[in-house]
């Protein structure tokens, strides 16, 4: 067999295989599903289940909120840490799982569409969370998912992801108010996206320089922080009146 015939069928075996996860092969009713199946997941209650087991049901105790704050402030911080972790897995595994089957995740070079679609299940375990079926549409004020959901956008908003969690210690650490935390942790979001829109504006050098997904990412996380400042509501009244409990401030169930 001649050795140029040979070099070649060798080229054509082992040259690139071909995608078979192009986001383009997902059609409306998969990303129905999809956004479903986040949802569900997001739905889980966990604070409920972690009280049940306890013996108490956690809506009739501290704030009534089955979040991992109230959870904690009730049944201490091992109970925290599960009920936080818990939250924040149920929102970072199912959108960081669906971004690597549709093809989405590890890349800079998403379209409007594919990054709207993406936000789409972000936001779906987040509003599982706060309006969780199964406890008549009552639920948790959606912080640990939140963050869980948006760092499974992975890599275009682990940038504003780390940078919101950043701002929650910080001002935890300063003033203690978990509640305060969450709120400028939530506002940093669009915040951080509307400095990298104008760190596109200024550079065309690197990933940063092509990114027509943030403008749907400033708005979903816009919405994201108007809805965590509407359910914080009665926590800001709280501050402002001086009663809002700080960190380490424990009632005990009864």
Not at 151 to 171: E, K, M, N, R
Not at 205 to 211: A, R, V
Request: hydrophobic fraction near 50%; glycine fraction near 12%.
């Amino acid at each position: 067999m001649p050795l140029d015939f040979m070099v070649a069928n060798i080229n054509l075996q082992v040259g690139p295989a071909p995608s078979v996860l192009q986001p383009s092969d997902w059609n409306v009713g998969t990303w129905a599903l999809a956004v479903l199946i986040a949802f569900l997941c997001g739905s889980l209650p966990t604070g409920y289940l972690i009280g049940k087991a306890r013996g108490i049901d956690i809506r009739k105790h501290g704030s009534g909120n089955i979040g991992a704050t109230n959870v904690g402030r009730i049944l201490g911080p091992k109970a925290w840490v599960l009920c936080f972790g818990v939250d924040f897995l149920k929102g970072f595994g199912p959108v960081l799982v669906i971004g690597l089957l549709s093809g989405l995740a590890a890349r800079w070079n998403l379209s409007p569409r594919e990054m709207g679609l993406w936000l789409g299940v972000m936001v779906a375990p987040i509003l599982g969370h706060m309006f969780c079926p199964w406890l008549a549409f009552k639920g948790g004020k959606g912080i640990a998912t939140g963050l869980g959901a948006v760092l499974g956008v992975f890599p275009v908003l682990t940038i504003a992801g780390l940078a919101a969690f950043g701002v929650f210690v910080v001002a935890l650490k300063t003033w203690k108010y978990v509640s305060l935390a969450s709120l400028l942790a939530a506002c940093t979001l669009p915040i951080s996206l509307l400095a990298l829109a104008g760190v596109r504006r200024l550079t065309n050098d690197g990933p940063l320089g092509e990114s027509p997904w943030l403008l749907p990412s400033i708005v979903a996380t816009a919405v994201m922080a108007t809805t965590v400042i509407v359910k914080h509501r009665a926590n800001i009244a709280r501050i402002r009146a001086g009663t809002e409990p700080k960190v380490g401030a424990r009632k005990q169930a009864t």
